[in-house]
């Protein structure tokens, strides 16, 4: 578990995490409305070099995020509720030489890629955050992010 002391620390994790990520890397971010999924986003894009105002990508679903150093999608499933919608978002095509960064992976059932880094961000007491990671053998030698 990592203890996260504000806004800042996610998003500096975030940053930290972009220097290891890899063409056909998912980071699959769980946690409620608030949780600070897209804060830690956030952070990933600044770490690839992007310098503008990072959205929630609740509606479009899904930003591209194409002139980084490493091409990125980032995704909120939030609003999707069957496996129709999904195929209709192509999401592997992102991972043909770009990354995934998915908020609400659980809406993807069984079809989330076994690859993918599992990030569950909670509240912890006051103004603060716990980060939990759940490694596939792809993620061991990179977690956590020096
Ligand atoms: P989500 O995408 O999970 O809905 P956001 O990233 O939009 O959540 O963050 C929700 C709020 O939580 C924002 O105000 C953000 O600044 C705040 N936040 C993010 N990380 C932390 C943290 N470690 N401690 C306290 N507040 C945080
Ligand atoms: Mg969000």
Do not use: C, N
Not at 42 to 70: H, K, M, N, Q
Not at 91 to 99: C, K, P, S, V
């Amino acid at each position: 578990m990592i203890r996260l002391e504000g806004p800042e620390a996610t998003e500096r994790l975030g940053t930290r995490l972009a220097r290891s990520l890899r063409p056909g890397d998912v980071v699959a971010l769980y946690g409620d409305l608030g949780a600070g999924k897209t804060t830690f986003a956030r952070g990933v894009l600044y770490g690839l070099g992007f310098e503008g105002d990072v959205a929630s990508p609740t509606f479009p679903i899904v930003l591209p995020y194409d002139d980084l150093t490493l091409p990125i999608w980032h995704v909120d499933l939030y609003r999707i509720d069957d496996t129709q919608e999904l195929e209709e978002l192509a999401l592997d095509e992102a991972l043909d030489g770009g990354a995934l960064l998915i908020e609400w992976p659980e809406r993807m059932g069984d079809l989330l890629w076994r690859h993918a880094l599992r990030l569950s961000l909670a509240r912890d007491g006051e103004g603060a955050r716990a980060l939990t990671a759940e490694l596939p053998p792809a993620w061991e030698t990179r977690w956590p992010p020096r």
